[in-house]
């Protein structure tokens, strides 16, 4: 039984035009009537697309040219053309019934490669010819999509998702394409994605969210956006830390001001104790003291830096900031319950 059936498999592989009987041969340069010719113009045909020579594509389909024809890396002269963004190459080889899903080894479709590098045109082609909107990348698992939201592509955002894309389709990392779409700084992409539901809180591996990284990387008009679309003030990594303990870190004095006025948890600790005060101390951010002082951040919050336990006043004495030192010295709240030690 086992030898019939590799027998089967093996009169299955070699058959009368099978694609790897194709390949070896041309590969081998077996040559009989018209078997030559037809190994070359499949090879001209990958570069003629990748070229966007139009006319040596068309005369080699009507030669007989295959138009699914693949490099061992799985390229096809439909995914050299989407990449290219060559429109006219891309309806002309999908009107010869070119595999519109056709992928590399690596599941990068025509699709995917055009959505990457903002070839409106060539996307719009691909759907209409049904495309699969969602198939993804085997490396990572970026889809269309995430692509068009990592380079800022507005436009092809949102034909994607009138093609139904999945909105929150995630990479193996766990970034959606809004979370790309905010740590990239492009806005517009990020308004395009909330109007459609996006969720503004889904978290890549180690729990940032998009509102996190947009406050790490200080793009104040995309933190204002997520935070009138409801995203969780105080989603936190998981050391602890917040969106507001990390701009408090970077400074980002604005985005602080945000954070506050969108009910920020003005004490909430990293797992090391660090809170935002502690943290604003430590950097020596003078005026961002006197923001978390007026929202009556805990001026007797503890945590160890350097193996000794620290107080922002302490803390403060330690670092040297004599304006810090004031400024905890002298507000109401410190006034009130200060701990000297």
């Known amino acids: 039984m086992g030898n019939n059936s590799h027998s089967l498999k093996n009169r299955t ?28 113009s499949n090879s001209q045909i990958i570069h003629a697309a990748e070229s966007g020579n ?45 595999d519109v899903n056709a992928a590399m080894i690596d599941g990068a479709t025509p699709l995917l490669v055009a959505a990457q590098n903002g070839y409106t045109q060539v996307v719009a082609a ?13 490396t990572n698992g970026a889809t269309p999509l995430w692509v068009a ?31 790309i779409a905010a740590t990239n700084g492009h806005a517009q992409t990020v308004a395009t994605l909330l109007r459609a539901n ?29 935070l009138k679309a409801n995203a969780d003030v105080n989603a ?29 948890d003005v004490n909430a600790a990293r797992t090391d104790g660090a809170t935002p005060l502690l943290v604003a ?22 945590f160890r830096f350097r193996g000794l336990d620290y107080t922002p006043l302490s803390l403060a004495k330690f670092m040297g900031h004599k304006d810090i030192i004031k400024l905890l010295k002298n507000s109401d709240h410190g006034r009130k319950k200060i701990d000297p030690h």
């Open 13 to 40: 592989l070699f058959s009368e035009g099978s694609v790897f009987r194709r390949i070896l041969l041309c590969s081998a340069g077996v040559v009989f009537a018209g078997f030559v010719a037809s190994c070359a």
């Open 54 to 98: 139009l006319t040596t594509v068309t005369s080699l389909l009507k030669s007989g040219a295959d138009v699914n024809v693949a490099r061992p890396d799985g390229v096809t002269p439909l995914f050299m053309a989407a990449q290219n963004g060559h429109a006219q190459i891309v309806t002309a080889l999908l009107k010869a019934n070119a």
């Open 149 to 179: 939201a990592q380079k800022g592509h507005t436009q092809i955002v949102t034909t994607l998702l009138n093609a139904n894309a999945y909105i929150n389709s995630a990479r193996t990392d766990g970034t959606t394409p809004l979370y």
């Open 236 to 264: 936190a990594r998981t050391d602890g830390a917040t969106p507001l303990l990390v701009a408090v870190l970077l400074g980002h004095t604005q985005i602080v001001d945000a954070l506050l006025k969108a009910n920020a």
């Open 198 to 226: 996006a969720d503004v809180n889904a978290a890549m591996i180690g729990g940032a969210t998009p509102l996190l990284v947009a406050v790490l990387l200080g793009h104040t008009q995309i933190v204002d956006a997520l």
């Open 281 to 302: 101390v430590l950097q020596g951010h003078t005026q961002i003291v006197g923001i978390l002082l007026k929202a009556n951040a805990d001026v007797n919050a503890r």
């Open 126 to 138: 691909l759907l209409n010819a049904n495309a699969d909107v969602n198939a993804a990348a085997k």
